[in-house]
Structure formats: structure tokens, C-alpha cells
């Protein structure tokens, strides 16, 4: 158990909607990543937060949005959903922002868009 | 550039044989090197890093090798075990961005 939770562990929607994925990093860490990981492909960074504050963007489409909160939890939004967004999708955290810094992966949110 | 390429995509090894994965980068300012390792179900867990300072870094059975002017990066599983079967990530960066590979799916047969 790596300290990262994640909700929901599935989540199953239709084209055109909205979800929102949640993500409570392990205590003291103040650095939270998302990443999508297709199937049978690697992981796709999408962004992170450090201290609630965006610190760096990746392959992170426009019909996506994420936030990290005071209390350091984050949410992953995702709207206009297609079906080539369902993937599971992971949050890490960090202790701190720096990328050798160990990140800690939750277990996923697996997103099936029919 | 900012691609990191590894292979193979799938790699059969028999138990305790040495399974071998590697990947090649194009960024010089590259300067992180960690591999992460995945069972089904799970999120990546933190394997073994390495920086470009040194050439090999060796934890119990998992040996990174480093060839800084190749820009190439292998992870060696000795005495391979069937508890090693998973798949392998390996990844790279500069500033805060970690850039995966595609995976490796390491099948250990008893």
C-alpha cells in the first residue's frame, strides 16, 4: 500500500459527460501527479501540483482540468468525455516537486466511456 | 527528444536466468534515470534510479547499467524469480516531467 488513495476504483459513462476523479496523496506529501495509462501502453504524464499550485503540464488535453486543493487532496476533471479516454488513470504524489524526488502511485481509477 | 524508447515490448525468462530490458534517449539534459515496476491491478512502484554521474547502481537483484554516451539504460533481473513477473517502466527527465517508456511485460516461468 503505497499511502495514495484514489476514487472511484471504476467508473463507467457515456460520451459527453463529466466526471471527476479524486485523489488523496500519502501524509506530508505536498506534490501530486496524474498520469493516463491506455492499454497496453505506458503512462502519460497530464500535470502536477505542488502546494496547490500547477508546477508542470504534459499531454493534458483542454477538455481537462485538474486542482489541488488546501488540504493537499486533488481532483482530475474530465468533461466532453470520447470514448478514447477511457483508461486508467493514476495519481502519484511526492515529498516535495523535484522529479527525483520518489513519486507514489495510487491504485487507479479505471475509466471505461461508452 | 523527448522520446524515451524501450524494448523488448515482451520478454520470457526462464527462473533464475537474467532478464534484460532496455531503453535509449535522445535529451542530453536527461539527468534522472528511475525504473518503475507494475503488477496487474496496481500503480507503478519505485524500482531503482539512477543519475548520469555513475555508470551501474546495483540493489540486491537489480542492477541499472548506464551508458552515457550511447544514451542507453538497461535494468538487469538476476536470478529471476516468477514473483519478478510484471511489467517494466523505465523513464527519464530534466526538470518535472518524467518521460516513460512504453513497458516491458516480463513473463518468469518457473
Known amino acids: 500500500d503505497s499511502g495514495v488513495t484514489q476514487t472511484p476504483k471504476h467508473l463507467i459513462t457515456a460520451t459527453g459527460q463529466r466526471v471527476t476523479l479524486r485523489c488523496s496523496p500519502r501524509s506530508g506529501d505536498l506534490s501530486v501527479y496524474w498520469y493516463q495509462q491506455s492499454l497496453d501502453q505506458g503512462l502519460q504524464f497530464l500535470i502536477q501540483y505542488y502546494n496547490g499550485e500547477e508546477r508542470a503540464k504534459g499531454n493534458i488535453l483542454e477538455r481537462f482540468s485538474a486542482q489541488q486543493f488546501p488540504d493537499l487532496h486533488s481532483e482530475l476533471n474530465l468533461s466532453s468525455l470520447e470514448l478514447g479516454d477511457s483508461a486508467l488513470y493514476f495519481c502519484?504524489?511526492?515529498?516535495?516537486?523535484?522529479?527525483?524526488?520518489?513519486?507514489?502511485f495510487g491504485p487507479g481509477t479505471r475509466l471505461t466511456v461508452l | 527528444q523527448q522520446q524515451v524508447k524501450q524494448s523488448p515490448q515482451s520478454l520470457i525468462v526462464q527462473k533464475g536466468g537474467i532478464s534484460i530490458i532496455n531503453c535509449a534517449y535522445e535529451?542530453?539534459?536527461?539527468?534522472?534515470f528511475p525504473w518503475y515496476q507494475q503488477f496487474p491491478g496496481k500503480g507503478p512502484a519505485l524500482l531503482i534510479a539512477i543519475r548520469p554521474d555513475v555508470s551501474e547502481k546495483k540493489e540486491g537483484r537489480f542492477t541499472i547499467s548506464f551508458n552515457k554516451s550511447a544514451k542507453q539504460f538497461s535494468l538487469h533481473i538476476m536470478d529471476s524469480q516468477p514473483g519478478d513477473s510484471a511489467t517494466y517502466f523505465c523513464?527519464?527527465?530534466?526538470?518535472?516531467?518524467?518521460?516513460w517508456g512504453a513497458g516491458t511485460k516480463l513473463i518468469i516461468k518457473p
Open positions: 535529451n542530453t539534459a536527461f539527468d534522472y
Open positions: 502519484a504524489s511526492s515529498v516535495a516537486g523535484a522529479i527525483h524526488n520518489e513519486q507514489f
Open positions: 523513464a527519464a527527465s530534466s526538470n518535472y516531467q518524467l518521460i
